[in-house]
Nanobody
Framework: VQLQASGGGLVQAGGSLRLSCAGS????????MGWFRQAPGKEREFVAA????????GYADSVKGRFTISRDNAKNTMYLQMNSLKPEDTAVYYC??????????????????WGKGTQVTVSS
């Protein structure tokens, strides 16, 4: 599967953004999907993941209650709705996929399927 993330931008603290990740191919629904981010000078970190049918969802503690992950398999697209954004959310956001029905392995970042990142900048 090939992935393309979009929707990043510059927003003030407290604002919202919605990221999208479009997947190519006819097997999108077979993949667990997720979002990761990498801030300057920091390691890439897990943000959120969703199983193939949306039945299992998980978030990093730092974004729980503020971010919502979802997917539309008919459109081969995954989303990340980000509300109440904070300056510490500033990072390049990457979408990832894993050919698995659950998100266990994906959450570790152990996958070969990554999209190019989209920059999110939150000003204070």
């Amino acid at each position: 599967v090939q992935l393309q993330a979009s929707g990043g931008g510059l927003v003030q603290a407290g604002g919202s953004l919605r990221l999208s990740c479009a997947g190519s191919g006819h097997t999108f629904s077979r993949y667990a999907m997720g979002w990761f981010r990498q801030a300057p000078g920091k390691e890439r970190e897990f943000v959120a993941a969703i199983s193939w049918n949306g039945g299992s969802i998980g978030y990093a503690d730092s974004v729980k209650g503020r971010f919502t992950i979802s997917r539309d398999n008919a459109k081969n697209t995954m989303y990340l709705q980000m509300n109440s954004l904070k300056p510490e959310d500033t990072a390049v956001y990457y979408c990832a996929a894993d050919l698995s029905y659950n998100t266990v392995r994906l959450r570790t970042g152990m996958t070969n399927y990554w999209g190019k990142g989209t920059q999110v900048t939150v000003s204070s």
